[in-house]
T-cell receptor
């Protein structure tokens, strides 16, 4: 498809388990962002990739969270030893903006809803 | 002070009303700002992008007040279809977008 694709759309897991969330951005978009959104809140920034490198990972809450984008396209957000507080919708967005240019429009995927029991 | 503050609402207005939302911010080093719209259980979508002090697009007007550090969104002649959560993205010096918590608008017949 032409838009940002995220899988799985829903993930239910148990406390302490490992989870991977995948994002397939719009073809040709060099910038990729991960956000998470809790009920009643705006999207909270997690990490930003420009190409293959993490340009800014200051939003990752702790070292249980990690993200990769090895070929500059698909990205995977990895959460180790999940906790109930990790439950949220994890949104991926991509953009055609270049580093140093004004951040243009973000195109979001539909999100992965994570529930940690 | 939070970096981005936005009145969560809800704003309940009748069709045809004019409604305005504000969003205050800190730590600005740029002039571009954005408003996104998010429908219930959907992803955010760009409503307006502004690379100056303001922009008007049909019934929507977005403005920036740098001195007081807030941005605003004005919606004229509200439609039922305007019911959504409006997320502000104020100017900021980083390469990622910082979103406000969102203001929920319900337009009633």
């Amino acid at each position: 498809g032409a838009g940002v694709s995220q899988t799985p759309s829903n993930k239910v897991t148990e406390k302490g388990k490992y989870v991977e969330l995948r994002c397939d951005p719009i073809s040709g978009h060099t910038a990729l962002y991960w956000y998470r959104q809790s009920l009643g809140q705006g999207p909270e920034f997690l990490i930003y990739f420009q190409g293959t490198g993490a340009a800014d990972d200051s939003g990752l809450p702790n070292d249980r969270f990690f993200a990769v984008r090895p070929e500059g396209s698909v990205s995977t957000l990895k959460i180790q030893r999940t906790e109930r507080g990790d439950s949220a919708v994890y949104l991926c967005a991509s953009s055609s903006s270049r580093l140093g240019a004004p951040t243009g429009e973000l195109f979001f995927g539909e999100g992965s809803r994570l529930t940690v029991l | 002070r939070k970096e981005v503050e936005q009145d969560p609402g809800p704003f309940n207005v009748p069709e045809g009303a004019t409604v305005a939302f504000n969003c205050t911010y800190s730590n600005s080093a740029s002039q571009s700002f954005f408003w996104y719209r998010q429908d219930c259980r959907k992803e955010p979508k760009l409503l307006m992008s502004v690379y100056s002090s303001g922009n008007e697009d049909g019934r929507f007007t977005a403005q920036l007040n740098r001195a007081s550090q807030y941005i605003s969104l004005l919606i004229r002649d509200s439609k039922l279809s305007d019911s959504a959560t409006y997320l502000c993205v104020p100017p900021n010096p980083w390469e990622y977008m910082r979103f406000g918590a969102g203001t929920r608008l319900t337009v009633k017949p």
